[in-house]
């Protein structure tokens, strides 16, 4: 991402053809980018919807501009440069730059939810894991701090999502993706003293909502934690509360969006699943498995006592620590399944998951 060496693409060929307005060459140089500044995009926005609507923008903006690369940065630069203006511009829109979990938006409930979801709230959403297969091979600049694993999981969006849209983009062009103090102050049309202390600030406030500054590391399961989440599944399925509460950390977190109610704790997240349960009873649900923020998910397909079929209901994510449940977010939004590349509904037959 060097600022002083030109870009070899910029005389290439398949530059040139794009620089005539050739669209197979200009698919061509930006494919290997969408997925990555997709990614960037959902980080900044907080919504896979958002991200891929303004990746589209980008793209727009990158094909009526391709003949004002000048090749001073890389083109990957220039998309990126791009892609975080259209961001901004697009927080700067808003009525809140923030897309919230119910943990943040006021204190655990300890009454069953009272009220419909609040769709005045823009909530978080979660990122299908799917979509991060295949991005481009492109290792984080020397400054980088955070891991890609870290930067895309559910606890990191969260938090950074309580940061100012312009700290959210120094933080993420310094710390995730490594660009120096130099390069991103080009990008913002800042000067580097300011792009450091707004990184500066931005450290301070995550280190104030996530461990040391960073969320804690969600591994490849263990044997152990295999054995645990398959429990989890059968606890659902067969409605067992007993068996399913035996699996949360005391400190456990429940929260379901667009619900602003949350809950900590077996006693109210047990509470809670009683009357969730007491509609369907054994047999009401099926889980299919998937991932989605770089951890286990499961999509839940539910339906009362009367009907045949299993409509899709909510994506879970839960969050493990050691061999207990430490956390459960399930996004109540069945519009999430296509996204994740999931049937809309199961047959009643043959809809148990696989184990």
Not at 9 to 15: E, I, Q
């Amino acid at each position: 991402m060097s600022t002083v060496t030109a870009d070899p693409l910029l005389g290439s060929p398949t530059m040139d053809r794009a620089r005539r307005r050739d669209r197979d060459a200009f698919e061509e140089l930006t494919e290997p980018y969408r997925r990555e500044l997709q990614v960037h995009c959902y980080r900044m926005l907080g919504s896979l919807q958002d991200a891929e609507d303004l990746v589209q923008e980008t793209l727009l903006r990158a094909w009526r501009g391709i003949d004002r690369f000048e090749g001073r940065s890389s083109f990957r630069s220039w998309l990126y440069r791009i892609a975080t203006n259209a961001c901004l511009n697009y927080l700067a829109s808003r009525q809140s730059a923030r897309r919230l979990l119910p943990e943040s938006h006021g204190p655990p409930s300890d009454r069953l939810p009272d009220g419909g979801p609040a769709s005045e709230v823009a909530w978080l959403e979660p990122y299908p894991d799917t979509l991060l297969e295949g991005i481009a091979d492109a290792a984080p600049g020397p400054d980088a701090r955070y891991e890609q694993h870290e930067a895309i999981q559910l606890a990191f969006v969260a938090a950074i999502q309580h940061l100012p849209a312009r700290q959210r983009a120094v933080l993420l062009l310094r710390d995730v993706l490594g660009w120096s103090a130099a390069e991103t102050a080009i990008l913002l049309d800042a000067s580097v003293p300011s792009v450091n202390s707004a990184l500066q600030r931005a450290r301070a406030t995550l280190g104030q909502r996530l461990p040391n500054g960073r969320p804690r590391t969600q591994t490849v399961p263990n044997d152990r934690q295999q054995t645990l989440l398959e429990r989890y599944v059968q606890t659902w399925e067969s409605a067992d509360l007993d068996g399913f509460v035996a699996l949360l950390r005391e400190d456990a977190v429940l929260s379901m969006p667009p619900h602003l109610e949350w809950y900590v704790g077996p006693a109210a997240i047990r509470r809670l699943m009683s009357y969730a349960w007491s509609a369907g009873g054994p047999g009401g649900r099926r889980f299919l498995p998937t991932a989605a923020n770089g951890q286990p998910a499961f999509a839940l397909y539910a339906h009362g006592r009367t009907v045949t079929d299993f409509p899709a209901h909510s994506i879970w994510l839960p969050t493990l620590r050691g061999d207990a449940i430490a956390g459960l977010t399930g996004f109540i939004d069945a519009r999430l399944f296509a996204r994740f590349g999931l049937p809309a509904m199961l047959p009643a037959s043959g809809a148990t998951p696989p184990a």
